[in-house]
């Protein structure tokens, strides 16, 4: 059974850092690729990065990038978000997906793309 398990979140001033953890478990084969998604109270799901465990390969949010960094660690089957300066509209419920399917720009952000979810961690940025 396919298993992703968040931690990491957590309550940050304007400017400071956090990092989130994922690890994945289950998986005969793959995931391709492991994603953050967040969603903000009323707001719809929106992709934040996401990372090709293959090649390294990385998508980014424009509104974090130069902030957050995704990583991998192919050999816990773990995917990290360093996220930097945040901001007050950061804040939101982060999830972890992972997917198998073929990704690329234009299209990785987009939530069906994902066949695995976490069950979320609750970011709060306070002004």
């Known amino acids: 059974q396919v298993q992703l398990v968040e931690s990491g979140g957590g309550s940050v001033q304007a400017g400071g850092s956090l990092r989130l953890s994922c690890a994945a478990s289950?998986?005969?084969?793959?995931?391709?690729?492991m994603a953050w998604f967040r969603q903000a109270p009323g707001k719809e799901r929106e992709g934040v990065a996401t990372?090709?465990?293959?090649?390294?390969?990385?998508y980014y949010a424009d509104s974090v990038k130069g902030r957050f960094t995704i990583s991998r660690d192919n050999a816990k089957d773990t995917v990290y978000l360093q996220m930097t300066s945040l901001k007050p509209e950061d804040t939101a419920v982060y999830y972890c997906?992972?997917?198998?399917?073929?990704?690329?720009?234009?299209?990785?952000?987009?939530?069906?793309?994902?066949?695995?979810w976490g069950q979320g961690t609750q970011v709060t940025v306070s002004s």
């Open positions: 997906a992972a997917s198998n399917s073929l990704l690329y720009e234009g299209i990785w952000s987009v939530p069906g793309r994902y066949s695995a």
């Open positions: 289950g998986y005969t084969s793959g995931p391709y690729w």
């Open positions: 990372i090709g465990t293959a090649f390294g390969t990385t």
